[in-house]
């Protein structure tokens, strides 16, 4: 049984940073990807990052290139989403989610199997 527990978030001034954490488990292989997704109120869901476990290939929304990073703490066996120079658009529920195989060549096109409750990340002054 495959289950992916997130953690983090919080309140945070704009160009502030926060971490998210993911932690995945029940895969049978190393061969699985991890995707961060994020839902803003009244909006669509949408993915913002995604890590091949594999290799750590990784893939990243164009609203989010060049302030977030996603990478393993592999002491933590933990998928690590670093957000940076946070912008009050980045307000949202963020959901960690797993499955099978690698990230999307096109982000947008990542589809989960497995999901995180969510945990709500604020940027406000």
């Known amino acids: 049984q495959v289950q992916v527990v997130e953690s983090g978030g919080g309140s945070v001034q704009p160009g502030g940073s926060l971490s998210l954490s993911c932690a995945a488990s029940?895969?049978?292989?190393?061969?699985?990807?991890i995707g961060w997704f994020r839902q803003a109120l009244g909006k669509e869901r949408e993915v913002v990052a995604c890590?091949?476990?594999?290799?750590?290939?990784?893939g990243f929304a164009d609203s989010v290139k060049g302030r977030f990073t996603i990478a393993r703490d592999n002491n933590k066996s933990a998928v690590i989403l670093r957000m940076n120079n946070l912008k009050p658009e980045d307000t949202a529920t963020y959901y960690c989610?797993?499955?099978?195989?690698?990230?999307?060549?096109?982000?947008?096109?990542?589809?989960?199997?497995?999901w995180g409750k969510g945990t709500p990340v604020t940027v406000s002054s």
């Open positions: 890590l091949s476990n594999i290799d750590s290939t990784t």
């Open positions: 029940g895969f049978t292989s190393g061969y699985y990807a």
């Open positions: 989610a797993a499955r099978p195989g690698r990230c999307t060549a096109v982000l947008s096109s990542f589809r989960a199997d497995y």
